[in-house]
């Protein structure tokens, strides 16, 4: 059961365009969200985060909106630059779990982005 | 910088085989995770380990093992390889408790043949 769903495989974008990537979850104890991006040969590195009592969290030119209700969060790149294709993936985390959850992530399928010059 | 860094980039094993794929993070966290990574089923965790000596089950812990005898090395074992963990696997890192960013080391794709 996939507690955390990237619908979209793939996006592809113009530079200098907004590229929204899209996150569902089902799980409503998850209570913080974190967004990571992926190089082919790398490990994912930490982009952005967002924690349930904020709706949005902005970093420059990311900015990730949460929506509780839906349970959605999404991850707004504005202006898309060539640098940033990438597999980006959602993760989730319930920071009451406590015992041994010892900050443990739920991670979506991932989204490969592709800005076009 | 943290650094996460994983023995092999790549690797090439044959069924049956025992398997061991090695973590080392250079900068005293506590948490220490392994997961595959599969096309169109994203991160899953197999193992994670909190402290020297403790570890738990992740989602897909069935077919590995783990060791973390000291605090900067996390192992992963297969103790009897199938062609079905041919995957890529990433080591990770966090601070302790209530620290969610995790740090990634490369990653070893590996291949069972």
């Known amino acids: 059961d996939q507690q955390v769903k990237q619908n979209s495989p793939s996006l592809s974008v113009q530079e200098g365009r907004i590229s929204i990537l899209n996150c569902d979850y089902t799980?409503?104890?998850?209570?913080?969200f974190l967004w990571y991006k992926k190089y082919p040969a790398e490990g994912p590195t930490f982009l952005i985060s967002?924690?349930?009592?904020?709706d949005k969290n902005e970093d420059g030119r990311f900015t990730v909106f949460l929506n509780k209700s839906a349970k959605h969060l999404s991850l707004h790149i504005v202006p898309s630059q060539p640098g940033d294709s990438a597999v980006y993936f959602c993760?989730?985390?319930?920071?009451?779990?406590?015992?041994?959850?010892?900050?443990?992530?739920?991670f979506g399928q991932g989204t490969i982005l592709t800005v076009h010059p | 910088d943290v650094k996460v860094t994983q023995s092999s980039r790549y690797l090439v094993k044959r069924t049956g085989e025992k398997v061991f794929l090695e973590c080392v993070q250079d900068?005293?966290?506590?948490?220490m995770f392994w997961y595959r990574q599969d096309p169109g089923l994203g991160l899953r965790l197999i193992y994670f380990?909190?402290?020297?000596?403790m570890k738990e089950k992740g989602d897909i812990p069935e077919g590995y093992s783990v060791s973390r005898e000291k605090k900067e090395r996390f192992s992963l074992i297969l103790e009897s390889a199938s062609t079905n963990q041919t995957s890529m696997y990433l080591c990770?890192?966090?601070w302790g408790v209530g620290a969610y960013e995790q740090y990634f080391g490369p990653g070893t794709r590996l291949t069972v043949t």
């Open positions: 900068m005293d966290h506590e948490n």
């Open positions: 990770a890192s966090s």
């Open positions: 799980n409503s104890m998850f209570d913080y």
């Open positions: 380990s909190y402290d020297v000596k």
């Open positions: 967002i924690s349930s009592i904020k």
């Open positions: 993760a989730a985390s319930d920071t009451n779990a406590g015992g041994t959850s010892y900050g443990k992530l739920t």
